[in-house]
């Protein structure tokens, strides 16, 4: 099917930018009842370039309705081949992201967004439940830091730390049972970098790169369906 993106911007002297694109989307899934998924997003918002420490600051909003949306049944879940639940997706939210530079060699990239999902209409009266409910899987707020330091001359010179927190809310196992929800939890990533052709101009080009995830070790539910 035709997939259609547009677009819309405007920047003026002062550094601010509004914008509004259109886009939608198509996905086969699996079933004799529907033969896509089918969403439409709309999304509007202004970004911001402040002359301060290199910062750029996004303020964002948007809208979005997913249809034919395969889903967990009442009884099981839908992993098994041959599952008809469907159901209509309607997510709405507003995201703010801010990079800045308070250091020559210091970027941090902060980010938050507060989300609202709800399931508008199903495919049966059985999976009644589900309707205003939100939906599985997703979080109503997520908040990340990530930051990354390089150093640039002396005999460290090609090294490079990055890390990253972030915090994601509690979601929804099935959106027919409010008890079964998947817990909020924490991260927290770091790695670290180097470049071999600031060491010797013949290795231009070999980099090495190790990384952690879960630094804390902390137990986690990610998404939960029960």
């Given amino acids: 099917k035709l997939k259609v993106r547009v677009g819309l911007k405007y920047q003026f002297d002062n550094g601010l930018a509004p914008y509004m ?3 939608n989307t198509y ?25 301060i420490f290199g910062k750029v600051t996004a303020l964002s909003a948007f809208n979005q309705i997913q249809n034919n949306c395969q889903t967990t049944d009442a009884g099981g879940g839908c992993g098994l081949a041959g599952c008809q639940a469907w ?3 309607r997510v709405r939210g507003a995201a703010v992201e801010s990079k ?26 059985a999976y009644s439940a589900m309707l205003a409910n939100r939906f599985p899987t997703v979080s109503e707020q997520q908040v990340s ?3 990354k330091y390089a150093v640039d001359r002396g005999s460290f010179a090609g090294l490079s730390l990055d890390g ?11 959106a027919g049972r409010s008890s079964d929800i998947a817990p909020s939890y924490m991260l927290v990533d770091a790695g670290v970098n180097y470049d071999f052709g600031r060491l010797y101009s ?20 990610a998404y939960c369906y029960t």
């Fill in 21 to 23: 694109n259109y886009s």
């Fill in 27 to 51: 996905a086969p899934v699996g079933g004799s009842e529907f033969t896509s998924t089918a969403s439409q997003q709309y999304e509007t918002g202004v970004r911001y370039v402040p002359d």
């Fill in 87 to 89: 159901a209509e997706l």
């Fill in 100 to 125: 800045l530079q308070p250091l020559p060699n210091l970027r941090v990239v902060a980010a938050y967004m507060v989300t609202n999902s709800s399931v508008m209409n199903t495919s049966d009266d």
């Fill in 145 to 147: 830091v990530r930051a």
């Fill in 164 to 174: 990253r927190v972030g915090h994601t809310g509690a979601s929804y196992g099935y």
């Fill in 202 to 221: 013949e290795l231009k080009g070999l980099q090495f790169r190790a990384s952690a995830s879960n630094l804390l070790d902390k137990g986690y539910v």
